[in-house]
């Protein structure tokens, strides 16, 4: 998120002002978040045992998560720029993409194997790539298609015909709207925005809310009005994900690295970080582990780029990611409990360019490869409870065979509870440990080099919940 890093072009003295919110609003609108209400269950603190709520994913919160990969599109006048923040005095003349196929975008989101994509359909820099009624800054006033083109509908058509999610990233910050600082004017314009495309353009699944708070015209600051953002989004979408520091469906892992914490948790305390973009003590931590007492049910998602930068600058055509650097990217996301959003964004001409095309679908073979074969699938398993919050599984291959990765997984349609675990293998009777982690959540990965096992055992040392029995599988060496 914009606080968090450095633009190359950005203006130092960035800070993002904290929009004081009011905090009881907000919980309101937490409560309206799509997770499933608490679910009463027994858990056991400290050897005590206590009623208290677990939160559990909404179904459209365990449909996001089992999707794994979403691709992001940063397009806009910085593909012309070649800045990664434009400073809003960019003319909507230099928007002229010779040969935008939206349905390539969208062809190459499947190649990867990614179920959904999001489009900046305004960055900070204010140009709006649909023809809005709220500002003359926009697609209309380009050369592009006359005048006539609308790159969301586009977008959005494309992502239905493939049958990929449609989701939408549209910047608070504003640096070019002049209402920006006057907190209810400019307030008003962004809801007429997020309204014109929650309205016109049919499903869309995910509405991606940046925390940049920069500085309006004259130093002015403008306060944004969260709850009135989420309820309007909740209640002209009401089955997309919000995703944002705060939520309230989907946060932000903290990082823009592509590496979700550890442990990970998909439950949060609301109260740490309580708007996008907030800062204070707790809040990067909170962002990056969760929490395993929090109220909420709200996953991480993983926003990284394929390129150095966001937008697509020619400079970086080869600094692309290998397809080495994007599996990594996948374990250290998927296979840490969080959703990959690997942004991958269109050039000058409006199309993806051959090279990230190709790593997309080098990524997605190589994943297919790695996981086509699960050694446990048809072994035999015995599920032990061993204590209070603790448990073992264990698969017996019948021979020694290599195995280079486990994948761990919890039911997590019955909420989150592994805490720490290790994985053992043997091939005689000596247990060795192959790996050792804390959550699992709804997909842990561990790799190792590949050794021989005949038997192999996960021990749930400890837990928040009677542990549940986990699903394990295992692949042998790359
Ligand atoms: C940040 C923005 O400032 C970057 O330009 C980019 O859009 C990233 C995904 O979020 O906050």
């Given amino acids: 998120m914009a606080r968090k890093i450095a633009a190359p072009n950005a203006p130092s003295k960035l800070q993002p002002a904290c929009p004081s919110m009011n905090r009881r609003s907000f919980l309101q609108i937490s409560a309206t978040s799509l997770a499933t209400p608490l679910a009463a269950c027994a858990l056991r603190r400290g050897g005590q045992s206590t009623f208290i709520t677990r939160p559990r994913p909404s179904p459209a919160q365990l449909d996001w998560q089992r999707d794994e990969l979403a691709l992001f599109l940063h397009f806009g006048v910085n593909t012309y720029t070649d800045r990664e923040w434009g400073d809003g005095h960019e003319s909507p003349s230099i928007f002229d993409p010779s040969r935008l196929d939206a349905r390539q975008w969208a062809r190459a989101a499947r190649s990867a194997g990614a179920r959904a994509l999001i489009l900046t359909a305004k960055h900070h820099d204010g140009f709006c790539l649909w023809p809005t009624r709220t500002t003359e800054h926009s697609v209309a006033k380009s050369p592009w298609r006359s005048g006539q083109g609308d790159v969301v509908r586009e977008f959005v058509n494309a992502c239905h015909a493939e049958d990929i999610k449609a989701g939408l990233y549209l910047s608070p910050w504003d640096r070019n709207n002049p209402s920006y600082g006057d907190?209810?004017?400019?307030?008003?314009?962004?809801?007429?925005?997020?309204?014109?495309?929650?309205?016109?353009?049919?499903?869309?699944?995910?509405?991606?809310?940046?925390?940049?708070?920069?500085?309006?015209?004259n130093g002015r600051r403008q306060i944004y009005d969260w709850p009135r953002v989420f309820s309007l989004v909740r209640r002209l979408q009401p089955s997309a994900l919000m995703f944002s520091d705060a939520g309230p469906d989907?946060?932000?892992?903290?990082?823009?690295?592509?590496?979700?914490?550890?442990?990970?948790?998909?439950?949060?305390?609301?109260?740490?970080?309580?708007?996008?973009?907030?800062?204070?003590?707790?809040?990067?931590?909170?962002?990056?582990?969760g929490d395993p007492d929090g109220t909420v049910w709200r996953p991480a998602e993983v926003d990284v780029s394929i390129r150095p930068g966001w937008f697509n600058h020619e400079a970086e055509d080869s600094r692309v990611r290998s397809v080495d650097s994007l599996v990594n990217l996948y374990f250290s996301s998927v296979g840490r409990n969080g959703k990959l959003l690997l942004n991958v964004p269109p050039t000058k001409s409006g199309w993806l360019h051959t090279v990230d095309v190709a790593r997309l679908t080098g990524f997605r073979e190589r994943l297919n490869a790695m996981f086509a074969h699960d050694l446990a699938a048809t072994a035999r398993r015995a599920w032990r409870v061993t204590g209070p919050r603790s448990a073992e599984l264990e698969i017996d291959l019948g021979t020694p065979t290599p195995v280079s990765i486990v994948r761990l997984k919890e039911e997590i349609a019955r909420g989150q509870s592994v805490t720490k675990y290790a994985v053992y293998g043997t091939t005689d009777d000596a247990w060795r440990v192959l790996s050792r982690g804390t959550t699992i959540g709804y997909t842990k990965l561990d790799r190792f080099t590949p050794s021989p096992v005949r038997r192999i055992k996960v021990a749930i040392d400890d837990a928040i919940a009677a542990p549940e029995p986990i699903t394990v599988g295992l692949y042998g060496a790359e």
């Fill in 183 to 217: 907190s209810a004017r400019y307030n008003d314009l962004y809801c007429d925005q997020l309204s014109e495309l929650l309205t016109q353009y049919g499903t869309i699944s995910e509405v991606w809310f940046d925390g940049a708070n920069g500085e309006g015209p």
């Fill in 250 to 289: 989907v946060r932000w892992c903290g990082n823009e690295n592509g590496v979700a914490g550890d442990p990970n948790w998909s439950t949060m305390d609301p109260t740490i970080v309580t708007y996008p973009g907030a800062d204070g003590p707790g809040v990067s931590d909170a962002l990056l582990h």
